[in-house]
């Protein structure tokens, strides 16, 4: 009998401070950046990291819940907000200089990934307690965001969606697909502490409210034909030097390149406080009792012969 016990007691404490670290929730800060039409170096648009303006770089806040769904899988749901910029005036490509277009972008982004980690260790320093520990992941998902492209013209930042500056009204929300890789030290179980760069891949070409060309006729008003034709804003030495650049952007010409979607990145530190849950032997036998409730009885059932 008493060996009863103590197996009983043995296996309660172990159920009881194994108790499961699963919730965990958090924020972070960090910078943004884009992908696209406007802005970028000497050549026409590249893919990737090759065409991005370091000096555009801005701004990301980010909140989320995580949870430890399998112990090698953890879902995230995550709210982002952020902005992109670009700039042609920081470009030496001609085409691109002489556009003369210039955006922000505050993004809004709400997003489902999962977390797959390629590397743990669970007690770093070897001391047999796993208070401290360090977790590298790979992450993917589905988001969706709002955004609004503005340009500075005219001494303020005018909303470019209303005025359909290609002839179409594009979306203000959109699908995207996030991707990235991550780690985060745990330290005395409950702080986490980590970085995490992301990549969006998205289904609209007017972050930057660049697409393809300028519309065929030009808009009524001269405030209208102002704001999206910007090459007039350059001064005569432009025209003088480049005529081809020049006039390569007027009324139905190229305008920006239709044949990529735009995308953008970030690059968050993060710290998030991790919940601790009871175990399952915890749940299914107790409600606290000592712990703080009553002791869940099993009803007996008698036979009846």
Not at 224 to 251: C, F, M, V
């Amino acid at each position: 009998m008493r060996k009863f016990y103590i197996t009983l007691f043995l296996l309660s404490f172990f159920s009881i401070t194994k108790a499961q670290w699963l919730w965990e929730y958090g924020g972070g800060i960090g910078i943004s950046n884009y992908l696209g039409d406007v802005g970028g170096k000497e050549k026409t648009r590249r893919d990737f990291v090759a065409d991005m303006q370091l000096a555009e770089t801005r701004w990301n806040g980010t909140a989320f819940v995580r949870y430890k769904w399998r112990p090698k899988l953890s879902l995230k749901l995550s709210f982002d907000y952020l902005r992109i910029q670009g700039d042609d005036a920081l470009s030496t490509n001609p085409g691109r200089r002489y556009r003369n277009f210039n955006f922000r972008n505050d993004i809004f982004e709400l997003a489902f990934t999962g977390e797959w980690f390629f590397y743990e260790n669970n007690d770093l320093g070897n001391t047999y307690r796993y208070r401290n520990g360090f977790r590298a992941y790979l992450m993917g998902g589905v988001g969706a965001f709002y955004h609004n492209p503005k340009s500075y013209y005219r001494g303020e930042w005018v909303a470019m969606r209303p005025y359909a500056t290609e002839g179409y009204s594009y979306s203000n929300v959109v699908l995207c697909i996030p991707m990235g890789v991550g780690f985060y030290f745990t330290f005395n179980k409950k702080h986490r502490l980590g970085m995490e760069m992301s990549f969006r891949k998205t289904f609209t070409d007017y972050l930057d409210d660049i697409h393809d060309k300028y519309p065929s006729t030009p808009p009524a008003d001269a405030y209208t034909q102002g704001l999206i034709l910007r090459t007039t804003e350059l001064p005569a030495s432009y025209k003088d030097a480049n005529p081809g650049a020049y006039y390569s952007h007027t009324w139905g010409k190229k305008r920006g390149d239709p044949t990529n979607k735009d995308a953008y990145m970030t690059l968050n530190v993060t710290y998030s406080y991790v919940i601790r849950g009871k175990s399952s032997f915890y749940r299914s036998r107790y409600r606290g009792s000592f712990f703080g409730g009553k002791k869940r009885y099993m009803r007996k059932i008698r036979a009846k012969f």
